[in-house]
């Protein structure tokens, strides 16, 4: 059974900095897109970040674009956020999908969630 598997969350202060990682359990999802999401309390699961492979296209949210970077090498995936705000406060998911992932995909493999704390 694949397993992705995050860690990397904690409670920060506004403008820290934190590094996420995810490992996949098979090697084969070297070759899958691999991406995360993010689900604030009372709010719907959103789309972060993703990349197809480790030299390939990455994609982001416009609310992450200039502080968030994802970077992947082989079955990992890795989302480092610098200049964090209150609002990247959430449970950030893990996910993979047999083709590329963007903000309207439901992936079909998900972790189970790290929680990101920023405070003000």
């Known amino acids: 059974q694949v397993q992705l598997v995050e860690s990397g969350g904690g409670l920060v202060q506004a403008g820290d900095s934190l590094r996420l990682s995810c490992a996949a359990s098979?090697?084969?999802?070297?070759?899958?897109?691999m991406g995360w999401f993010r689900q604030a309390p009372g709010k719907e699961r959103e789309f972060v970040a993703s990349?197809?492979?480790?030299?390939?296209n990455s994609y982001y949210a416009d609310s992450v674009k200039g502080r968030f970077t994802i970077s992947r090498d082989n079955a990992m995936v890795y989302l480092q956020m610098n200049s964090l705000r209150p609002e990247d406060t959430a449970v950030y998911y893990c996910?993979?999908?047999?083709?590329?992932?963007?903000?309207?995909?439901?992936?079909?493999?998900w972790g189970q969630g790290t929680q990101v704390t920023v405070s003000s």
């Open positions: 098979a090697r084969t999802f070297s070759r899958y897109p």
């Open positions: 990349k197809n492979w480790s030299g390939g």
């Open positions: 996910a993979a999908d047999l083709k590329t992932i963007v903000q309207s995909t439901t992936p079909r493999w």
